[in-house]
């Protein structure tokens, strides 16, 4: 079994999706069954590319240029369901980029367990939301799609409190926002697979967040740490824009996120 540094470094360096996320969910299995047998698997340490490997497509556009369709067409639900395997690529890349990238700050076994999950569940929702573009007649790849997405890696490379504050706790917390409103366009279309997929999604995302926010304040315990004004300054830092309600605050209290964290980072400061 290679140390879990080289897996990582070989799921990002893996350009075509499909294939990437076949090889991240064998690594993630191996990873449980070593761990279901009582072993501790070595971490070791690895370079991961700054960028990981992509296919040729989807085209990559700056988000202004990236068209809008109305999510109430046939094509506007295909776009959406593109949109969402983009994000779902970049998040298994993202969850084994954390993997690789940080191996000099020691922590528990247990960060990696979920890093692990989080990346195999990742790969199954690009499975799934491909699954669904094929059903359609399309594919991912068919259409542009954002070029923003790794923009929070970039950034927060170097720092490992930037990167759980960011990625997880913003991001992934912004997906506990907006996914009702997908599922209730597909339902509404009698979209009955999408509808399935979303809804896996939807509830397997509240952990991801969750292991951001359990991560962080682990990290901020150990330094002495006050999480709250640590987590604004990290996100003012490192995010580029305001937060934008309406929030999910039920999915993100269940997450571990509560609205100190995030209102006072909206442009009004408060809710409304």
């Known amino acids: 079994?290679?140390?879990?540094?080289?897996?990582?470094?070989?799921?990002l360096t893996t350009a075509d999706g499909r294939e990437k996320t076949a090889i991240s969910r064998e690594f993630a299995q191996a990873w449980r069954d070593?761990?279901?047998?009582?072993?501790?698997?070595?971490i070791g340490h690895a370079n991961p590319p700054?960028?990981?490997?992509?296919?040729?497509?989807?085209?990559?556009?700056?988000?202004?240029?990236?068209?809008h369709r109305k999510?109430?067409?046939?094509?506007?639900?295909?776009?959406?369901?593109?949109?969402?395997?983009?994000?779902?690529l970049n998040a298994v890349d993202l969850h084994w980029d954390i993997i690789a990238r940080f191996?000099?700050?020691?922590?528990?076994?247990?960060?990696?367990?979920?890093?692990?999950?989080?990346?195999?569940?990742?790969?199954?929702?690009?499975?799934?939301?491909?699954?669904?573009?094929e059903a359609e007649g399309s594919h991912y790849g068919a259409l542009p799609?954002?070029?923003?997405?790794?923009?929070?890696?970039?950034?927060?490379?170097?720092?490992?409190?930037?990167?759980l504050a960011v990625v997880p706790m913003v991001l992934e917390a912004r997906g506990l926002d907006v996914?009702?409103?997908?599922?209730?366009?597909?339902?509404?279309?009698k979209a009955h697979d999408a509808v399935a997929a979303l809804e896996t999604i939807y509830?397997?995302?509240?952990?991801h967040v969750a292991y951001g926010s359990k991560w962080f304040h682990y990290l901020c315990g150990r330094q002495e740490e006050d999480p709250t004004p640590f987590f604004h300054a990290l996100v003012r830092k490192y995010f580029h824009s305001d937060l934008r309600p309406p929030f999910n605050e039920e999915k993100r209290a269940e997450a571990g996120i509560p609205p100190d964290f995030y209102w006072p980072l909206t442009k009004d400061g408060r809710p409304t």
């Open 103 to 133: 191996t000099d700050v020691k922590m528990p076994i247990g960060f990696y367990d979920d890093w692990v999950q989080a990346a195999d569940e990742e790969s199954k929702h690009f499975n799934l939301m491909c699954d669904c573009l």
């Open 203 to 207: 509830a397997e995302e509240v952990h």
């Open 145 to 163: 799609a954002h070029a923003g997405m790794w923009r929070a890696a970039e950034d927060t490379k170097g720092d490992l409190y930037g990167r």
């Open 50 to 67: 700054d960028i990981p490997a992509r296919p040729a497509a989807p085209e990559l556009l700056n988000p202004r240029d990236v068209p």
């Open 1 to 11: 079994m290679l140390p879990l540094a080289q897996m990582a470094v070989t799921v």
């Open 34 to 42: 070593a761990r279901a047998a009582g072993e501790v698997p070595e």
């Open 179 to 189: 996914t009702p409103g997908m599922i209730k366009i597909f339902k509404q279309a």
């Open 71 to 88: 999510p109430g067409t046939p094509e506007g639900r295909i776009a959406l369901l593109h949109a969402v395997a983009h994000i779902e």
